[in-house]
């Protein structure tokens, strides 16, 4: 049972039924940006939120307890998170009363929905790894979102995993997966995988009409975003990144949780930094989309 402290703000916006975001904060910490971009990010995605007259939510784990919505000392101790925790481990870090702990998209998605929110903005989801029939890892950020009536916006998978079996995975679990103002599932770093996207959408208040009419009661909709052209990655450069990180990490023996903050560190270090500014401008840009189409819904509220 899930039962978040829910900020001032957040509570209020939810009641008056104003639009809210929920943001996740794995990205906002040392493990998904290093310093201080990592703060720059949180400000950017915050501000894109609020320029819509729309509330940000972040969620964190802090002191046992689930939160939505953090106070300015909240927000520097997630900065500084290292600690990360998925949706099982939401109750393993209340029962054992961790310090922070960081919510991915996952552990995001059961606290949002908890608190009743209905649209969230992440950077890039997780899903199948490459190898993934070998060592079986599948991100439960997919099984999240088949789980969780939210709208989960997004500039794709990492372009890192396996894409053809994430599109695969979600198909299977019913998840409706969308392309705003796209034909293809974007990669994160660069706008096309080269994967047609299974349905394009042009306009908020299609997005918002999916989930109204999800077949699944539980079932979240998943809005992929490409990046910005001008903040996009040359394809054949990050390709060979990809390779070289995804090498480091298997010479390394790195496995499970690991793989994702390991991956990503080893891509920032490949591209001397230019993965940061490409990462920070898609999640400020998939911040703005939810917020535009919380408000569109005039809904904040699962509850309505
Ligand atoms: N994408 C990013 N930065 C991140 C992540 C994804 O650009 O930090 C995080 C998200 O929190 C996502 C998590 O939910 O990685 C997935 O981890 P795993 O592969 O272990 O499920
Ligand atoms: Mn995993």
Known sequence: MIEPIVSDEVAEALTADR???????TIFSNLGLPAPANAEALELCKQAVSDHGAVPAVTAVLDGRPHVG??????TRVLQGTRKVAERDLAVAQAQGWD???TTVSATLAVAHAAGISVFATGGIGGVHRGSEVSGDISADLDAIANHPVITVCAGAKAFLDLPRTLEYLETAGVPVLGWQHDWFPAFYTRSSGLPIPHR???EGEVCDVLRYRARP???VLLTIPIPVEDEIPAARIDAVLAAALAA?????IAGPAVTPYV???IEKETDGQSVPANLALARNNADVAARIAVSAGFASSRR
């Open 19 to 25: 639009p809210v975001v929920a943001l996740e904060s």
């Open 201 to 203: 959408v042009d306009a």
């Open 218 to 220: 539980a079932t979240g």
């Open 70 to 75: 953090l106070l300015q000392d909240q927000e």
């Open 100 to 102: 922070v702990g960081v």
């Open 264 to 266: 990503l560190a080893r």
């Open 249 to 253: 990490s298997d010479r390394a023996g």
